[in-house]
């Protein structure tokens, strides 16, 4: 069974920034894409960016040239550096997994940009 785990989330001023780790375990093989969604209050839950396992990104519109997506040094570990961050850039963010079939979520970790 392959679980996801995020961690750094957390309430920060607009024009801040945040970490997120997300890691996965139980998984033997490498991961060949992980990826970061979010959702906002009201909102259906949104692609922010993906890695796949040859260092390869994607990254939303919405965050280009402010998140930058990143495979971690251990295996199947994922970051997501959030800077000049926006009070719209509020919401929980979920890692996410998949492996043929096989897709996996975490719990997400909360994300408020306030002042």
């Known amino acids: 069974q392959v679980h996801l785990v995020e961690s750094g989330g957390g309430l920060v001023q607009p024009g801040g920034s945040l970490r997120l780790s997300c890691a996965a375990s139980g998984m033997i093989f490498s991961l060949p894409v992980m990826s970061w969604y979010r959702q906002a209050p009201g909102k259906e839950r949104e692609l922010v960016a993906s890695?796949?396992?040859?260092?390869?990104?994607n990254v939303a519109d919405s965050v280009k040239g402010r998140f930058t997506i990143s495979r971690g040094n251990a295996k199947n570990t994922i970051d997501l550096q959030m800077n000049s961050l926006k009070p719209e850039d509020t919401a929980d963010y979920y890692c996410y997994a998949r492996i043929g079939a096989s897709s996996w979520w975490g719990q997400g970790t909360q994300v408020t940009v306030s002042s």
């Open positions: 890695v796949s396992n040859s260092g390869t990104t």
